[in-house]
């Protein structure tokens, strides 16, 4: 008898964000994340957000990671009548608390601004969606499962995570769908890490599989060797100190954050970080760092034996001259520092948080130095500095852009289409393959490399329904 099962597309399907996809297995719903679409007017996006399924009608949610693109709408999951469990790492567990308290505190933030707006013009205010008790009923709904772990979440599924090597807690989830006689191996990669970065370690291996999402975010390209890379940071703090100004990193919190307080405790440690003081500009980053700190037994073994070989007890210890800015006061201090100074802070496009108000007071000085680390999508302000625009307005002033911009376009927390290839080569069985989480030039020049090394694969098409 033929498994009463089938999937469906729902998010990240030609597109990067808003991971979701929908396994119905006889009576049971269950989502394969329920991650936002990023990108848009965020008001917007929640308050005319539908789900293509009632939501109470999901019985579990497997989460993969917690990057907002793959979690982001639990909150609005459990406000609409979700009450079943979410299985997840317990990395992304604890990284949940923080990530969606975050949004959500910022939705709450903008409804309210928006309503001022509309108030103004005698139009009828929006009620919020969503509140704060909606993350504790998220994180209540959570049962962390460790790596490797076999777990029946219900009659005919059986799960077990394995290590995405993406950012902290990352899994790639393997489910064995059974019923009767007949099984089939269902895996989605969520997100897979680049081997060449640092703290997390390289994905791991998946033995057999009959069907695979498949990420396929740089499936168009691969990340030049990270060696370059380190090689122009370290060039371009260099090139900062000799000008006697100050150093400014937009960096997301997650992630990028971290790795970049390990490249700058190796540059410290090798005698090559010439400023004084390195500052942690994001009450986030810093409670992220913390719990990568708790976790550091999930960290790749060649960098905790760096850590280890210079005494180091965490990321924190690893750079003496780290300081760590969470009130308002110490980042408004930060910009009385005349120079020596290297100050991380989010958000990682420039598009709100510390960064734009460090940019408005040191942008117009010429010593000064920004050096972008991370993606800067279009329209925003990060992009358009990259684009090399001479002039931005900031809290309504104009301000000349004078600091010298540096882009350093290596660092990756994503597998590269080499590593991408490399990882679904290695799967026993013959697997069918659909590509997700990217865009359409990148999955196409994926599908056609996977092709020509014999790989059954297609592209994952929006509101496709599949039988497994």
């Given at each position: 008898?033929?498994?009463?099962?089938?999937?469906?597309?729902?998010?990240?399907?030609?597109?990067?964000?808003?991971?979701?996809?929908?396994?119905k297995?006889?009576?049971?719903?269950?989502?394969?994340?329920?991650?936002?679409?990023?990108g848009?007017n965020?008001?917007?996006?929640?308050?005319?957000?539908?789900?293509?399924?009632?939501?109470?009608?999901?019985?579990?949610?497997?989460?993969?990671?917690?990057h907002i693109?793959?979690?982001?709408?639990?909150?609005?999951?459990?406000?609409?009548?979700?009450?079943?469990?979410?299985?997840?790492?317990?990395?992304?567990?604890?990284?949940?608390?923080?990530?969606?308290?975050?949004?959500?505190?910022?939705?709450?933030?903008?409804?309210?601004?928006?309503?001022?707006?509309l108030?103004?013009?005698?139009?009828?205010?929006?009620?919020?969606?969503?509140?704060?008790?909606d993350?504790?009923?998220?994180?209540?709904?959570?049962?962390?499962?460790?790596?490797?772990?076999?777990?029946?979440?219900?009659?005919?599924?059986?799960?077990?995570?394995?290590?995405?090597?993406?950012?902290?807690?990352?899994?790639?989830?393997?489910?064995?769908?059974?019923?009767?006689?007949?099984?089939?191996?269902?895996?989605?990669?969520?997100?897979?890490?680049?081997?060449?970065?640092?703290?997390?370690?390289?994905?791991?291996?998946?033995?057999?599989?009959?069907?695979?999402?498949?990420?396929?975010?740089?499936?168009?390209?691969?990340?030049?060797?990270?060696?370059?890379?380190?090689?122009?940071?370290?060039?371009?703090?260099?090139?900062?100190?000799?000008?006697?100004?100050?150093?400014?990193?937009?960096?997301f919190?997650?992630?990028?954050?971290?790795?970049?307080?390990?490249?700058?405790g190796?540059?410290?440690?090798?005698?090559?970080l010439?400023?004084?003081?390195?500052?942690?500009?994001?009450?986030?980053?810093?409670?992220?760092t913390?719990?990568?700190?708790?976790?550091?037994?999930?960290?790749?073994?060649?960098?905790?034996?760096?850590?280890?070989?210079?005494?180091?007890?965490?990321?924190?210890?690893?750079?003496?001259?780290?300081?760590?800015?969470?009130?308002?006061?110490?980042?408004?201090?930060?910009?009385?520092?005349?120079?020596?100074?290297i100050?991380?802070?989010?958000?990682?496009?420039?598009?709100?948080?510390?960064?734009?108000?460090?940019?408005?007071?040191?942008?117009?000085?010429?010593?000064?130095?920004?050096?972008?680390?991370?993606?800067?999508?279009?329209?925003?302000?990060?992009?358009?500095?990259?684009d090399?625009?001479?002039?931005?307005?900031?809290?309504?002033?104009?301000?000349?852009?004078?600091?010298?911009?540096?882009?350093?376009?290596?660092?990756?927390a994503?597998?590269?289409?080499?590593?991408?290839?490399?990882?679904?080569?290695?799967?026993?069985?013959?697997?069918?393959?659909?590509?997700?989480?990217?865009?359409?030039k990148a999955?196409?020049?994926?599908?056609s490399?996977?092709?020509?090394h014999?790989?059954?694969?297609?592209?994952?098409?929006?509101?496709?329904?599949?039988?497994?």
């Amino acid at each position: 008898m033929p498994l009463d099962a089938s999937l469906t597309f729902l998010g990240a399907a030609e597109q990067v964000t808003g991971s979701c996809y929908l396994l119905k297995l006889q009576d049971k719903r269950i989502l394969l994340d329920c991650g936002m679409t990023q990108g848009e007017n965020q008001i917007t996006e929640w308050n005319k957000f539908r789900f293509a399924f009632k939501p109470k009608d999901i019985d579990y949610v497997i989460l993969s990671h917690a990057h907002i693109d793959h979690s982001g709408l639990l909150p609005l999951l459990v406000a609409k009548g979700f009450q079943g469990k979410i299985y997840c790492t317990q990395g992304t567990a604890l990284l949940l608390g923080v990530l969606l308290k975050d949004s959500v505190h910022l939705y709450l933030k903008d409804l309210e601004w928006q309503n001022k707006h509309l108030a103004r013009q005698g139009k009828k205010l929006l009620e919020p969606v969503m509140a704060l008790q909606d993350v504790e009923q998220v994180l209540e709904c959570c049962q962390p499962v460790a790596y490797k772990q076999k777990v029946t979440v219900c009659e005919g599924l059986e799960l077990e995570f394995l290590d995405a090597g993406h950012i902290l807690g990352s899994a790639i989830v393997q489910l064995a769908v059974k019923q009767g006689k007949a099984m089939r191996q269902l895996v989605f990669s969520g997100d897979l890490g680049n081997p060449a970065t640092v703290l997390m370690p390289d994905p791991s291996p998946v033995k057999t599989a009959d069907l695979v999402l498949m990420e396929s975010t740089y499936g168009d390209r691969n990340h030049q060797p990270l060696q370059n890379t380190l090689e122009e940071f370290a060039n371009a703090l260099e090139e900062a100190h000799k000008a006697g100004g100050n150093v400014f990193i937009p960096a997301f919190a997650l992630g990028r954050s971290q790795e970049i307080l390990y490249y700058l405790g190796l540059l410290y440690h090798q005698g090559r970080l010439k400023q004084k003081m390195v500052v942690l500009d994001s009450p986030m980053a810093i409670e992220i760092t913390k719990i990568y700190s708790e976790l550091m037994a999930e960290f790749d073994r060649k960098d905790t034996k760096v850590l280890q070989g210079y005494g180091a007890r965490d990321l924190q210890s690893f750079l003496p001259i780290l300081r760590l800015a969470s009130s308002m006061e110490e980042s408004m201090a930060l910009n009385r520092v005349s120079g020596g100074a290297i100050v991380i802070a989010g958000s990682g496009m420039c598009n709100g948080g510390r960064i734009v108000h460090h940019l408005k007071h040191n942008l117009w000085k010429s010593s000064n130095h920004l050096v972008f680390v991370g993606f800067q999508a279009k329209g925003t302000l990060g992009r358009r500095l990259v684009d090399g625009e001479k002039r931005v307005k900031l809290f309504g002033q104009n301000i000349a852009v004078k600091a010298t911009v540096h882009t350093i376009g290596g660092f990756s927390a994503h597998a590269g289409q080499d590593e991408l290839l490399g990882w679904a080569r290695m799967i026993g069985g013959q697997p069918r393959f659909y590509l997700v989480h990217g865009e359409p030039k990148a999955q196409l020049a994926l599908q056609s490399r996977m092709l020509d090394h014999g790989l059954h694969c297609q592209i994952a098409e929006k509101g496709q329904q599949i039988k497994l």
